[in-house]
């Protein structure tokens, strides 16, 4: 079992920034990453980090977004910069199971960008 807790989210104008946190406990992970949600849509990948220090990104965040911390102590960090309207979602934090296929959900944090 895997249980995550988010912090960071709230509002700022269009090109501010904006720093999210997650820090999980329980099994050990091969993965955590970030996820968004927006009003209608479904829900996205923003950016991951893998156990071996790997990362992936979305193109729409690619050189704005970075995506920090370590699997192995089960904290994440989610930099926003240059943030837009179109950002505007519930983020989700997950994290992937090290054994198995089994994925764990955070509560998720809003992030509203007014332009």
């Known amino acids: 079992q895997v249980e995550l807790v988010e912090s960071g989210g709230g509002l700022v104008q269009a090109g501010g920034s904006l720093r999210l946190s997650c820090v999980a406990s329980g099994d050990i992970l091969r993965a955590m990453g970030w996820f968004r949600q927006a009003p209608g849509k479904q829900r996205e990948l923003v950016a991951r980090l893998s156990s071996d220090g790997s990362t992936d990104y979305a193109e729409s965040v690619q050189g704005r977004f970075t995506i920090s911390g370590e699997t192995a102590k089960k904290t994440i960090y989610l930099q926003m910069d240059s943030l837009k309207p179109e950002d505007t979602a519930v983020y989700y934090c997950?994290?992937?199971?090290?054994?198995?296929?089994?994925?764990?959900w955070g509560q998720g944090t809003q992030v509203t960008v007014s332009s």
């Open positions: 997950r994290a992937d199971r090290a054994l198995g296929t089994r994925v764990f």
